[in-house]
T-cell receptor, first 116, second 114 residues
Framework: GAVVSQHPSWVICKSGTSVKIECRSLDFQATTMFWYRQFPKQSLMLMATSNEGSKATYEQGVEKDKFLINHASLTLSTLTVTSAHPEDSSFYIC????????????FGNGTRLTVT | AQSVAQPEDQVNVAEGNPLTVKCTYSVSGNPYLFWYVQYPNRGLQFLLKYITGDNLVKGSYGFEAEFNKSQTSFHLKKPSALVSDSALYFCAVRDGRGSYIPTFGRGTSLIVHP
C-alpha cells in the first residue's frame, strides 16, 4: 500500500517552455504532499508543502511564480516549472503523507528535468 | 527546531561484513525517526521508523536501527551487507512538538564491495 506515482519520469524541454509534473497517491488520500529538488550527490531540498484545497507553502528562496504547485484533490498534486531555464535542470521528487506525525513519507520515483 | 546529522558522506564495507550508517538528531519534543534508501534515479523508499517502545527497530531488507536517547542517535545497521545494499541512505526526524515537516540528513552513500 501507500503508492505514489510521479509522471513523467524524465522530460527534456527547451528553454522558455513550461513543464508540468504530476504526483498521485494511488491507494490513499494524502492531505499533505511535499515537493523536493535534488542535485547530483546531494540531499533533498524541500521546495514547498502542498495541502489539498489551499495554497502551497514555499520554502525561503523558492520562487512561487516559477514553481507553480496545485493540490486540487486528495490524490493529485502538480508542479509546473514555468519559463524553464537550464539552471532548473534537476531531479524533482514528490512525496505524500498521512496527516500524522508518526507516518513516513511515501515518495514518487522522481522526474529528471533537462532544460536545453 | 529540529535537525539531523549524518556525519559520513560515504561508508565503505565489504560484502558479508556488518554495516552501520550513523545518524544523530536534535528535537525539543519526542523524536519520530525514519530511515529511507534511494537507488540511482529513483525516489526514496521507507525502510523503518522509531516512534516509541523498543529501542531496536527492525525494517525492510534485513535492516535495523538502534534508538539511543542519551546519545540522541539512530544508527542504521545490518549484520551482513550485500552488494545490492549499495545506495544512498537518508535519516529523517519529526519533532513531536514541532513542525509536521520532516527534516532530512544530507545522506550517506553506502558502497558494498564484492
Amino acid at each position: 500500500g501507500a503508492v505514489v506515482s510521479q509522471h513523467p519520469s524524465w522530460v527534456i524541454c527547451k528553454s522558455g517552455t513550461s513543464v508540468k509534473i504530476e504526483c498521485r497517491s494511488l491507494d490513499f488520500q494524502a492531505t499533505t504532499m511535499f515537493w523536493y529538488r535534488q542535485f547530483p550527490k546531494q540531499s533533498l531540498m524541500l521546495m514547498a508543502t502542498s495541502n489539498e484545497g489551499s495554497k502551497a507553502t514555499y520554502e525561503q528562496g523558492v520562487e512561487k511564480d516559477k514553481f507553480l504547485i496545485n493540490h486540487a484533490s486528495l490524490t493529485l498534486s502538480t508542479l509546473t516549472v514555468t519559463s524553464a531555464h537550464p539552471e532548473d535542470s534537476s531531479f524533482y521528487i514528490c512525496s505524500a503523507s498521512f496527516s500524522t506525525v508518526n507516518s513516513p513519507l511515501h515518495f514518487g520515483n522522481g522526474t529528471r528535468l533537462t532544460v536545453t | 527546531a529540529q535537525s539531523v546529522a549524518q556525519p559520513e558522506d560515504q561508508v565503505n564495507v565489504a560484502e558479508g561484513n556488518p554495516l552501520t550508517v550513523k545518524c544523530t538528531y536534535s528535537v525539543s519534543g519526542n523524536p519520530y525517526l525514519f530511515w529511507y534508501v534511494q537507488y540511482p534515479n529513483r525516489g526514496l523508499q521507507f525502510l523503518l521508523k522509531y516512534i516509541t517502545g523498543d529501542n531496536l527497530v527492525k525494517g525492510s531488507y534485513g535492516f535495523e536501527a538502534e534508538f539511543n536517547k542519551s546519545q540522541t542517535s539512530f544508527h542504521l545497521k545490518k549484520p551482513s551487507a550485500l552488494v545490492s545494499d549499495s545506495a544512498l541512505y537518508f535519516c529523517a526526524v519529526r519533532d513531536g512538538r514541532g513542525s509536521y515537516i520532516p527534516t532530512f540528513g544530507r545522506g550517506t552513500s553506502l558502497i558494498v564491495h564484492p
